[in-house]
């Protein structure tokens, strides 16, 4: 553990040093408020780097999450440390989970996972950044390789992904939002972040002593069955999301989409939730263009 530890530290150092010599600015800490991304944050406050720290608010976050955030929050700005909570915006204007989902007309789902990409996943341009991401999240995470960027003098080798999708690398560059992304406990094992959170007495998200396993958006179509526990615990957002739907439906009547058999919003909600209620409804226009 103390090597994998050792090894992560020593990532971020460099991830420090690249940030300054190419940014002329600290290294950018993702945080999200789950398990993986306090180790980071752990393991910043050890390595003695200069750092910040960015939350992307998602707007569809457990309460629990948002109150852990910001007491943690709190906490690293009483150490002098800069915390950043970013708004979230879809075309220059003010968005929510709820106002995203009639705007791009169709729910969201594995396949269609434009929530990621504009509540999340839109932070760090023009920087270098380090995440929580890990490999053991995903089969073809496991599976990836690496691509180096070979050159004479080491402090300028950079590893980058080839390919910028869930196949996550140690490092990647992202030309369209000039940005280097440091993963850097991406090849630790579930057992490790288990391991580490033990030992060093991590004071982490109180959901996951409620069972969760994951502590990202309620009602991410990414949980699984999960689903069904988040939604009992918090009934208004299952209510959000019927709205959300409600006028989804309006707004691709008005374009002049089809609704198939949806006639309202907790119809297309049982669809997403894969409650089986509607036969032969097993697809939406549009989901398949992401």
Sequence with gaps: MKDLEKMSIERLQEGAQISRYYYNKPLLLCYSGGKDSEIILDLALKSGIDFEVLHSHTTADAPETVYHIRRKFKELESKGIKCTTQMPTFK??????????????????????????????????????????????????????????????????????????????????????????????????????????KEEHININPLYKCGFHRVGCVGCPMAGKGRYKEFALYPKYRNLYIRAFDRM???????????????????????????????GQLTIDGENDW
């Design 92 to 197: 220059g204007k003010s968005v929510s989970m709820w106002s995203l989902i009639p705007a791009k007309k169709i729910p969201p789902t594995r396949l269609a996972r434009y929530c990621c990409a504009i509540l999340k996943e839109t932070a760090g341009h023009d920087r270098a950044i380090a995440t929580g991401v890990r490999r053991a999240e995903s089969t073809n995470r496991a599976k990836s390789g690496i691509i180096q960027t070979w050159s004479k003098d080491t402090s300028k080798r950079i590893i980058i992904n080839n390919d910028n999708d869930e196949k996550r690398k140690i490092v990647e560059h992202c030309q369209l939002q000039g940005k280097t992304v440091f993963n850097v406990i991406c090849d630790w094992s579930n057992d490790d972040v288990k391991d580490y959170i």
């Design 249 to 279: 439906l309006e707004v691709r009547k008005q374009a002049g989409l089809t609704t198939n058999t949806w006639q309202s919003g907790i119809d297309v909600y049982h669809w997403w939730m894969q409650d089986n209620v509607l036969p």
